[in-house]
């Protein structure tokens, strides 16, 4: 599988609910949380998002093609506004 085949299916808001993924590095245990985008229509979502990030203690934001998240538009935002929300 090639690096991002599992990140959605190409279309917005494909995760739509927060899944954990539990692992262990060092004898250190961590839970990985998948969570809904932001890049969609958040507001199906935002519980969601909402109760994963009071939990996180750090965020990674993941996606398919590598460019920077993007600011708005008038009377739209941006990703970047989205995750500094």
Known sequence: MQ???????????FTLKTRS?????????FILLDVPGIEGSE?????QI???TQKA????YVTKTPNPPQKGEEGKR???EKIQR
Do not use: E, L, W
């Not at 203690?57 to 990674?60: D, G, P, R, T």
């Open 3 to 13: 690096d991002g085949a599992i990140i959605g299916d190409g279309g917005s808001d």
């Open 21 to 29: 993924y539990p692992f262990q590095y060092n004898h250190q245990n």
């Open 43 to 47: 507001k199906k979502v935002i519980d």
């Open 50 to 52: 909402s109760n994963a």
């Open 57 to 60: 203690h750090a965020i990674f």
């Open 78 to 80: 941006g990703t970047i």
